[in-house]
């Protein structure tokens, strides 16, 4: 019996050893399975190494707690001058695969230094989107940059929320509160979403949270970067909230004697467009509003391989500068033009841009 029992237990325990493994891996797959549909709860980090510079580093969600937990939630930097004067914040990875905008904010809480007024600068306003790269997009998923500290890498993200974090689109999406309706996938693209929805989905909670936050630190100036496919007519535009038309226009000029070339565009009326940035933080806030489109290669018609950071006819340095300057010419009209002097905000970049050209990016990152 003794013998028969052992013989037993032993030929049998690996089944048994199976049997109990799986049981416990199908009890515990309810559990798993909701989380993974959802994405995780931590949103992604990334290399970005702020400047002695920066005051506080904090989250979005700081400014609307439904963002908590989420991958939506994304780092706010805060830089302040030692005078007092506005605020504006600065948007990159609206939509992460419009590379210079990130790469431009992230060089901003790097090298800038604020001598008056607050800057807020969020690198990935769409985190949830920064966290993986659409694979029908022949681009590369990271951007590596050799720099002096070794090498850097960013996310080549998506335009649109990432379809794991957010529920089903529907065949129709219907702006919130307008009705405007859109492709089902536009519900998931932050530029469509805009002024956002305290209950709504990923993505507009996350415009939520930013309306919140230029409402609460009452900002003065929201520029929204982006980029766009060299064919598009926006590439290379300033476009402006009618409100921020005057300020686009003198920054327009101040730029174009400097011998950089940038179209002017109006926000579309409200009852034609609705949910962009720059048409919805103008109307809905206090706020000048703008958005800058740079040309970005690696968007449109991609095949092979197009050299998203030495393209040799819109190299990423070149892009990034474009932004950057244009910022600066917007805060330097804003200044002149603004009612308020007390509202002054300036920014020191403590970036040769123009000789960007000769030394690209890798010598600015840290
Ligand atoms: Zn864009």
Redesign the pocket.
Known sequence: MQNIFKFNFYRRSPKLLLTLTLSIVLALLPLVTPALASGTAEPTSHDIRPRYGVRDIGWLSDYHSGLRNTPGDTRVYQMSGDKQGGAVLILGG??PN?VA?VLAAVLLVENAKVSAGTVFVIPHANNSASSYTDPRHDVPEWLEFETESGTRTFRYGA?YTNPEHQEKDPKRFKHYPSGFEFKGKESRNL?RVHPGKKDGTLTQQISFALFQLVEKESVDVVIDM???SPGWRLANSLICHPDALEIGSMAKMDMEMEGTDIKLEQSQPADKFHGLSHREFGDNTDAYAFLI?SINPGQGDVSGDVKIINNPEHPLKDRVKFQLSTIQYILSSYNIMAADQAKKIEIQLNVDLANLKGSGLSRILR
């Open positions: 609206t939509h419009e905008s335009r530029n982006h980029e766009a489109e």
